[in-house]
Structure formats: C-alpha cells, structure tokens
C-alpha cells in the first residue's frame, strides 16, 4: 500500500508539474503566434466555403504576421468583436 500511494505521489507531482509549464505556454501561443478558426456561413465566399457548402472550413490565424506588420495585399484578415451579441442587436 506504501509503494502505491508513492507510485501515485510521483504521479501527481509530474502531472502538476508538466500542467503548470504546458498551459501557460499553450495560452501564450495561441495569443501571440498563432490560433485555429472555424468559418461559417457565406460571408467568405468565394475565398472560404465555396459553393455555399454546408460545411465549415478550418483555418490558421498568423498573429506573428500582423503583430509584425506584414500583411500584405490580398491576406485575409480576421476581426475580433469583443461586444457581446445582445450589445449588438440592442445597437
């Protein structure tokens, strides 16, 4: 019993350990490089969800690139609303 509550003691101090490093490197990524976005709906066609699929494509939003501003002609930019739904219908 002494050898399974070490076993076990180990485990959750690696598990810790491992969590506390990974989501603060996984938060910082996914804000300053770069991020996955699903697109719904017509507003990007004929670009994304062409022919009016009912599907949603997935894509790669390259913070790195506009933090350093390189975007350039023709890049697709993505635009955050940080207003909430209601916000918007009551406007």
């Known amino acids: ?3 399974a ?3 076990l003691k180990r485990y959750l101090k690696a598990f810790c350990k491992g969590f506390f490093v990974a989501v603060p490197v996984a ?3 996914l804000d300053k490089v ?3 976005a699903r697109v719904e709906g017509a507003s990007m066609q004929p670009s994304l ?3 009016g ?3 949603s494509d ?4 390259n913070h790195w690139k506009v933090r350093n501003f390189e975007v350039q002609r023709g890049d697709i930019v993505s635009l955050v609303s940080y207003r ?4 918007l219908r009551n406007s």
């Open 53 to 55: 699929s009912p599907s």
């Open 27 to 29: 938060v910082t990524f």
């Open 84 to 87: 909430t739904r209601k916000e």
């Open 5 to 7: 509550q070490g076993w």
């Open 58 to 61: 997935v894509v790669l939003l």
């Open 34 to 36: 770069a991020c996955v």
């Open 1 to 3: 019993m002494a050898q």
């Open 49 to 51: 969800n062409p022919g």
